[in-house]
């Protein structure tokens, strides 16, 4: 008896490592693919801020949502990102900040909070819904736009990702990190655990 549980111990094992590296290869896939078109809203990941001034990782993704917008691919910008220990400012927030100094108008910046990569996400649904916008274009880092997909898409929003300009030349052994960690995140939100 033990021994057949730790057989089937073992294959669930190689089942789950196996599966975690085919959505890694999707997650990689998708990191390189700009689908920006037309859409209802740019939706824009947060990233660290210090002191009230985008890191540059949130400043690249400003920067590459702002050119969209100027495009005129979407009226509205969605900035997300919470507080992350910082008493004063959001990535939100400051985001909202960036853009408008940026001369986007202020009624076209929209800022939902989330401490989480999930719960951010869960609030600019629920915000969308609320304003009958249906589709987004999600700017981020590439590897991070399959996994904001799938949530988005799981509440019925059609999702077009635009990844960030990549910053530097990470290593391979960097981005293969960078795709388990996500691909991680990916399943354990199908198994209802959010991160």
Same mark, same amino acid.
Do not use: D, M
């Given at each position: 008896m033990k021994r057949a549980f730790a057989g089937v111990c073992v294959l669930l094992t190689? @089942?789950?490592? &196996?599966?975690l590296f085919y959505v890694a290869k999707q997650i990689e896939r998708q990191s390189s693919m700009d689908e920006a078109r037309p859409a209802d809203v740019i939706l824009v990941l947060g990233a660290a801020e210090y002191r009230g001034k985008p890191s540059p990782v949130l400043q690249a993704r400003l920067n590459h949502a702002l050119l969209l917008y100027l495009r005129g691919l979407a009226p509205y910008i969605l900035t997300t990102g919470g507080a992350g220990g910082d008493p004063v400012f959001t990535e939100g927030e400051v985001g909202r900040a960036y853009l408008a100094q940026h001369g986007v108008r202020s009624e076209a910046i929209i800022t939902e909070e989330g401490a989480t990569t999930a719960q951010s996400v869960e609030s600019a649904a629920e915000t969308m819904h609320r304003m009958n916008l249906h589709s987004c274009i999600v700017v981020s880092d590439g590897y991070h736009i399959y996994r904001v997909k799938r949530l @988005?898409? $799981?509440h019925g929003i059609s999702v077009y990702g635009s990844p960030r300009p990549p910053? &530097? $030349?990470p290593s391979q052994a960097q981005l293969r990190w960078l795709y388990i960690r996500q691909s991680v995140g990916f399943v354990l939100w199908q198994v209802g655990i959010n991160i």
């Open positions: 190689i @089942l789950l490592t &196996g599966y @988005l898409e $799981s910053a &530097g $030349s």
